[in-house]
C-alpha cells in the first residue's frame, strides 16, 4: 500500500504562486506515474497534471498548461506541482495521486488510472 500525504495549500492573493508538495510513504516501490488532480464542491474531479515516473514526461491541463510545472524527486519520495498567476477559479481542494504503472498509458487524465489518493490540500484564491 501507497500512503499520499498533500502539503503546501492555503490561502493566497490572485496573481500569487504557490508549491504543493506530494510525499508518498509505505510500498513507494508501487508509486510509477503521478499526478495532481482538483476538485470545487459539487464538481467532477478533475486532471491537472502528470509526471511518469523518471520525471522524462509530464501532461497539463489546458487550464494551467501556462502557468504551472510538475516535477518529482523519487529521492523524497516527493512529486510537486508549483502554480503561477493564481486566479480564485484555481480555489479547490488538490489531490495528489499516484499509478502502479511507471509510464503512461492514454487514461493518464482519468481518476480511474491512479491507484492510490491523498485526502486532499485546500488552495483558496481571495483577495
Known amino acids: 500500500q501507497v500512503h499520499l500525504v498533500e502539503s503546501g495549500g492555503g490561502l493566497v492573493q490572485p496573481g500569487d504562486s504557490l508549491r504543493l508538495s506530494c510525499t508518498a510513504s509505505g510500498r513507494t516501490d508501487d508509486c510509477g506515474a503521478m499526478g495532481w488532480f482538483r476538485q470545487a464542491p459539487t464538481k467532477e474531479r478533475e486532471f491537472v497534471a502528470a509526471?511518469?515516473?523518471?520525471?522524462?514526461?509530464?501532461m497539463y491541463n489546458r487550464s494551467v498548461n501556462d502557468r504551472s510545472i510538475i516535477s518529482r524527486d523519487n529521492a523524497k519520495n516527493t512529486m510537486y506541482l508549483q502554480i503561477r498567476k493564481l486566479k480564485p477559479e484555481d480555489t479547490e481542494v488538490y489531490f495528489c495521486?499516484?499509478?502502479?504503472?511507471?509510464?503512461?498509458?492514454?487514461?493518464?487524465?482519468?481518476?480511474?488510472?491512479?491507484?492510490?489518493w491523498g485526502q486532499g490540500t485546500q488552495v483558496t484564491v481571495s483577495s
Open positions: 509526471i511518469s515516473w523518471t520525471g522524462g514526461t509530464t
Open positions: 495521486a499516484a499509478s502502479n504503472s511507471r509510464v503512461f498509458s492514454g487514461d493518464y487524465f482519468s481518476t480511474k488510472w491512479y491507484d492510490y
